[in-house]
């Protein structure tokens, strides 16, 4: 392998392990359904940092840490949801590190 090749899977690497933080909106039937439980679940198998919480307008709200590939596959996961949801969008966007430390369910 020459070295223009390392330093451009060096470079790759580098941008699909970086942190990365998700503000997440997630729309639909989305309380009362055990969405926060079934996220936080999710979320801890793929080693996400942040938190689930639900918003007064019956969306759920989350911050999310980890890995740019393990976030969309948690925004894929999210599109599905708990069992008895019914998901009608899901938006994101990408804001600082807040280096959480684990990921937590708030009220």
Known sequence: MNSITLL????????IMKKVLYKITVKGKVQGVWFRKYT??????????GFVKNEINNTVYIEAEGTSTTLNEFIKWLHKGSPLSKVSAVTFEMNELKNYKSFEIHP
């Open 40 to 49: 936080f679940d999710e979320a801890t198998r793929l080693g996400l940092k």
């Open 8 to 15: 451009v899977l060096l470079f790759i690497f580098d941008i």
